[in-house]
């Protein structure tokens, strides 16, 4: 099938396999535990299958990972060793399309714990059988997808979440209430940056053979065929454009987080970046990406966001000391510039406070500083655990893909960016498509042909 005829027919592909009966009947009273599919649970995994055995209203019925050997070094060190055998005797699958047929009636919802570029088949094929579904972040690999699994899981009606951690802690709703408050003034700038650097500087080479215990084909997904290499299997494929999203698509889901919600952000209207040389194979190591945005909080209306990685760093912030922002332990941070007052704060969502800390001291004994009026989440910094309780109290958890979707999509804008330094890229959100720049339109979408196997099919009624 060639890629025109496959999106158009997946316009329309989760309203022809979804029925909202199936999905009804999947809600749980209030007083059971459902059953959760842990799909890749020797990586990133393993922190999902802890989460799970904690909480009180899920329990794990299904383990899924294409590498045997993975999931060998995950639990053994010795604090991860009580999970292992926690999960003793529960099912094991290395085909989350087996798992799914197998274990229907047992699974309630499922855990997409992979490589970027098999969320979107796992996530369509889990609400295709009627799954809640939690994803790791980004969200997708690309903008497409992660609009097709939002119109997929808004259509079925089922509890979805993005494993993003700091959108359940308190740092974006402190900020939001501070600014509401008047603190900072008008948003002029945000600053953010990484130390994570990922990309390649040469294609990865073919290594054989494939480890036993690696299923490399499954590994693949809908990836197109390629010789296995450990040069990217199991750790390096987020800098490898086929599988990952750069460094802005591994941490921009964490960072930006706070200043996104806190301001209700949305998506930029221009975007331009400087970035090392991006192969048609390979994200850039390193990166600076500037985002312009209309918003209500911005000075005139308009916000700046600048985000770096690679190690590069802004060369001064305004009421941020040189000194700090050369501080080598400083390799991860936040800063929000206001007309009024500069704040910073851990990119978990913690630690918020005033750069001039005379002024938070001198508001805080004047009785300024406001109350939390924003609901906190039950679950701080444990998003399984608040989805699971989501899914038996009938609740969408907050960063469910109608807000993780376009979220994602802006983390990977800049990376997009980043394929064209130097171009004030024009983003027109309702086309899904940079006005100037028609080249970079077909990275809004997989440049490669999706292997359809991999993909659902209607189900078994």
């Known amino acids: 099938m060639d890629r025109r005829k496959f999106f158009k027919n997946s316009a329309v592909f989760g309203s022809a396999l979804i029925l909202p009966s199936l999905l009804r009947a999947k809600i749980r009273g209030a007083n059971s535990r459902i059953g959760v599919a842990i799909v890749g649970w020797g990586g990133q995994g393993r922190y999902t299958v802890r989460s799970i055995l904690e909480s009180a209203d899920a329990r794990i019925v299904a383990l899924c990972d294409v590498d045997?050997?993975?999931?060998?070094?995950?639990?053994?060190?010795?604090?991860?060793?009580?999970?292992?055998?926690?999960?003793?005797?529960?099912?094991?699958?290395?085909?989350?399309?087996?798992?799914?047929?197998?274990?229907?009636?047992?699974?309630?919802?499922?855990?997409v714990c992979t490589p970027d570029h098999v969320h979107y088949p796992i996530c369509a094929w889990a609400m295709a059988k009627g799954k809640h579904v939690f994803?790791?972040?980004?969200?997708?690999?690309?903008?497409?997808?992660?609009?097709?699994?939002?119109?997929?899981?808004?259509?079925?009606?089922?509890?979805?979440?993005?494993?993003?951690?700091?959108?359940?802690n308190d740092g974006w709703r402190t900020i939001r209430e501070w600014c509401d408050a008047g603190i900072m003034g008008q948003i002029e700038d945000i600053y953010a940056w990484t130390d994570r650097s990922w990309g390649f500087d040469t294609p990865p080479q073919p290594t054989l053979p494939v480890p036993k215990g690696l299923d490399f084909n499954l590994w693949l997904n809908i990836a197109s065929q390629r010789p296995y290499s450990k040069d990217f299997v199991p750790y390096h494929w987020r800098g490898l454009r086929d599988f990952g999203s750069g460094s802005a698509g591994?941490?921009?889901?964490?960072?930006?987080?706070?200043?996104?919600?806190?301001?209700?952000?949305?998506?930029?209207?221009?975007?331009?970046?400087?970035?090392?040389p991006c192969k048609d194979f390979s994200w850039p190591k390193a990166a600076s990406i500037d985002m312009f945005f209309k918003n209500k909080y911005g000075k005139d209306g308009e916000i700046r966001l600048h985000w770096y990685d690679g190690r590069r760093r802004p060369p001064e912030i305004k009421g941020v000391p040189e000194s700090e922002l050369k501080d080598p332990k400083n390799d991860n941070a936040i800063y929000i510039v206001g007309t009024k007052q500069t704040m910073t704060l851990i990119y978990t969502g913690s630690g918020v406070k005033l750069m001039n800390r005379d002024a938070q001291i001198e508001l805080k004994k004047a009785g300024k500083i406001p109350p939390k009026t924003i609901p906190r989440n039950k679950f701080p910094y444990k998003p399984q655990i608040d989805c699971a309780n989501a899914c038996v109290e009938g609740r969408m958890p907050e960063s469910n893909f109608s807000y993780a979707a376009p979220f994602t999509e802006l983390a990977l804008l800049g990376m997009i960016s980043c394929i064209h330094p130097g171009v004030e890229l024009l983003y027109d959100p309702?086309?899904?498509?940079?006005?100037?720049?028609?080249?970079?339109?077909?990275?809004?979408?997989?440049?490669?042909?999706?292997?359809?196997e991999f993909l659902p099919s209607a189900p078994k009624i």
């Open 135 to 168: 994803c790791e972040k980004p969200l997708t690999r690309t903008i497409w997808e992660s609009r097709e699994i939002r119109r997929m899981a808004e259509e079925a009606g089922v509890c979805t979440q993005m494993g993003n951690q700091v959108h359940t």
């Open 430 to 452: 309702n086309t899904m498509s940079f006005k100037n720049c028609p080249d970079a339109n077909k990275f809004t979408r997989s440049l490669y042909d999706y292997r359809m």
């Open 250 to 276: 591994d941490m921009a889901c964490h960072f930006l987080d706070n200043p996104y919600s806190a301001f209700n952000l949305g998506l930029p209207y221009k975007i331009v970046s400087d970035a090392l």
């Open 68 to 111: 045997e050997n993975r999931v060998a070094q995950s639990y053994t060190p010795e604090w991860a060793k009580p999970w292992l055998e926690s999960v003793k005797g529960i099912p094991r699958f290395s085909d989350y399309r087996i798992m799914l047929d197998k274990m229907d009636k047992d699974i309630d919802a499922v855990a």
